[in-house]
């Protein structure tokens, strides 16, 4: 198994594709990505079955999904100490990552990219506002959740991916928010069409 720290510069002066969980992704014509470099955040996976790596944290997500990933062609990233299999890269997250999409971005760097666009990165809407319907381990607490409660769950997202503004700028990288309606307001919101 390679080492998960040493990320080859791949997509050198190349634009990365990042695809994330919020509903504005529905919106989006993500034939235009196809063949271009691409990362999935968990479920995104189902939208982009050709991307080039697919990224997740947790171990009850690995576990209701590991049997669909069986023909997942891209490599697997993931900080899950119980995902296993041969495209499988583990404890990939930088210290004290909180969300996943921070990861996706930091790997893409990684990478090399020189342009990264994200897509369905919402920072917001809910357990109703992702592009999937809910996960049976999150549909059941659905009542419990309270306005404040997601609220406060988008500022720590929010906080998390801010952590990024200053390396995306040391290493020259351009971040642009293809996700129609974003309530993220670190980077430029822009059209999908816009970015190509």
Known sequence: MPDPWQIEPEWKNETAFIIGGGKSVLRCDLGLIRGRRCIVVNSSYSLVPWADFLIFSDG????FHQDK????????????????????????????????????????????????????????????????????????????????????????QREDLSTLIIPLKESGTSLLNASPGSKLDLWPIVSLEQTL
């Open 69 to 156: 990933l069986r023909d997942f062609k891209g490599r697997i990233l993931s900080a899950c100490i119980s995902a296993r299999g041969p495209n499988i890269w583990r404890k990939i997250a930088p210290r004290g990552t909180a969300t996943t999409m921070t990861t996706a971005i930091w790997v893409a760097m990684r990478l090399g990219a020189a342009k990264i666009v994200t897509l369905g990165l919402d920072n917001g809407g809910g357990i109703d506002g992702h592009h999937h319907a809910p996960h049976p381990w999150t549909a059941k607490h659905k009542e419990r959740y309270t306005e404040k409660q997601w609220q406060d769950q988008w500022k720590r």
């Open 60 to 63: 009850p997500w690995w576990r």
